[in-house]
């Protein structure tokens, strides 16, 4: 075996070992699947009822809505209000946990158009 081939490559970023690779997956999997970012847009435009929110998302069920708004409720991404007096009025809001976010999702806008012109050029 050569020289070249027993050289470790450098780590991206701060990358280290196998913990840091779960952060990171962690925060993959808090925004990935079809329907997240999606909610999180109707929802960051003003839209807070349930009904609101799946019109405003083409194609997604009221099934997998709901599943979705449970998952986001439970990494703390939104809150849930029921009004007490009037038991059908439910309202759904990004946390402020959630407005974190939205650094990074710009960032993954801004590489995404970048990826997509890398992969059309090629």
Sequence with gaps: MTKDKKKKRPYICTMKDEKEIRYAQDALYVL???WRMPVVLA???GLS????????IPGITFAMLSKELQVMELNNLVVRTEDPDFPKNVQYKLTDYCE??????????????????????G
């Design 43 to 45: 929802l960051y435009n």
């Design 32 to 34: 990935s699947g079809k």
């Design 49 to 56: 009822r349930y009904r609101e929110i799946a019109q405003s």
């Design 100 to 121: 974190s976010l939205y650094p990074i999702v710009e960032y993954l806008i801004t590489w995404g158009k970048q990826h997509r012109k890398v992969i059309s050029a």
